[in-house]
Nanobody
Framework: VQLVESGGGLVQPGGSLRLSCVAS????????MSWYRQAPGKERELVAN????????NYLNSVRGRFTISRDNAKRTVSLQMNSLKPEDTAVYYC???????WGQGTQVTVSS
């Protein structure tokens, strides 16, 4: 199993970023997927998840209405569109295959002026 994230970076408050995770080594179209984040000195937290067909999505309360999780099963990709970013969104963001123990390497998102 491989999960490879991309799309992080430095953005000003109010800005947007789109994270992507390309998956391989398992049946992606049959698997729910998740995005987590971990800020310095804090526990890793679940940001969003999506079911295998993409019609059920759940969000952390603090990102609901600003972030959107989506997937493209043909491209084996799960994405996280992040709008109206706030400094408190600063963290390393990880792609996760639920209940597997498999994680991506993480991508840094920094929201700062």
């Amino acid at each position: 199993v491989q999960l490879v994230e991309s799309g992080g970076g430095l953005v000003q408050p109010g800005g947007s970023l789109r994270l992507s995770c390309v998956a391989s080594g398992f049946t992606f179209s049959s698997s729910a997927m998740s995005w987590y984040r971990q800020a310095p000195g804090k526990e890793r937290e679940l940001v969003a998840n999506i079911n295998s067909v993409g019609n059920v999505r759940n969000y952390l309360n603090s990102v609901r209405g600003r972030f959107t999780i989506s997937r493209d099963n043909a491209k084996r990709t799960v994405s996280l569109q992040m709008n109206s970013l706030k400094p408190e969104d600063t963290a390393v963001y990880y792609c996760n295959l639920p209940r597997s123990g498999y994680w991506g390497q993480g991508t840094q998102v920094t929201v700062s002026s």
